[in-house]
T-cell receptor, first 115, second 115 residues
């Protein structure tokens, strides 16, 4: 595997379910990101991790819980979601959080539907 | 309020002609701008970037122009090829607080290049 991978690619869940999204990067990067893309809206940054430390929590509801066990893996744990949380969730990585914006490499995304 | 705007949701051009995708921004603190390209079922991929100290950056068929006074940038693709058909996202970084890793995205423009 190369680049940034995400599993699952598609997920349908009920509002009472608990599920997790997984992201893995094979680029040796130190920073990882979660983005949300809702229909007809721009990509919104949710969380940023640098060297496994969370450096950004962009006013995201607590029903979204990120976890970064090491610099290659990033999880987004989901519980008691709402239908409006249905969106494409994208993971990205970059070499570092540099002086200028390092190029971010994106995974293919997980299409989440909350019923 | 959207800080990065791509006012054309779609653009259709003939193969071999020039494609011009436009982007406007409102935050005068932005100092680095990027274009990403996204095919269906894939994540966005980095295409080209420009720093605010420049007004033009060229990479093969792709050129980005920056007009700081107008807070406007554009991506020129010439000649356009059918494989260029994708959604193009404009992004900016460098807003207040110095968090240069925070990218603010536009909603994207769907480019269709007809053979």
């Amino acid at each position: 595997e190369t680049g940034v991978t995400q599993t699952p690619r598609h997920l349908v869940m009920g509002m009472t379910n608990k599920k997790s999204l997984k992201c893995e990067q094979h680029l040796g990067h130190n920073a990882m990101y979660w983005y949300k893309q809702s229909a007809k809206k721009p990509l919104e940054l949710m969380f940023v991790y640098s060297l496994e430390e969370r450096v950004e929590n962009n006013s995201v509801p607590s029903r979204f819980s990120p976890e970064c066990p090491n610099s290659s893996h990033l999880f987004l744990h989901l519980h008691t979601l709402q239908p409006e949380d249905s969106a494409l969730y994208l993971c990205a990585s970059s070499q570092d959080l540099g002086v200028t914006a390092d190029t971010q490499y994106f995974g293919p995304g997980t299409r989440l539907t909350v019923l | 309020d959207q800080q990065v705007k791509q006012n054309s949701p779609s653009l259709s051009v003939q193969e071999g002609r020039i494609s011009i995708l436009n982007c406007d921004y409102t935050n005068s603190m932005f100092d680095y701008f990027l274009w990403y390209k996204k095919y269906p079922a894939e994540g966005p991929t980095f295409l080209i970037s420009i720093s605010s100290i420049k007004d033009k950056n060229e990479d093969g068929r792709f050129t980005v122009f920056l007009n700081k006074s107008a807070k406007h940038l554009s991506l020129h693709i010439v000649p356009s090829q059918p494989g260029d058909s994708a959604v193009y996202f404009c992004a900016a970084s460098g807003g207040s607080g110095g968090s240069n890793y925070k990218l603010t995205f536009g909603k994207g423009t769907l480019l269709t290049v007809n053979p």
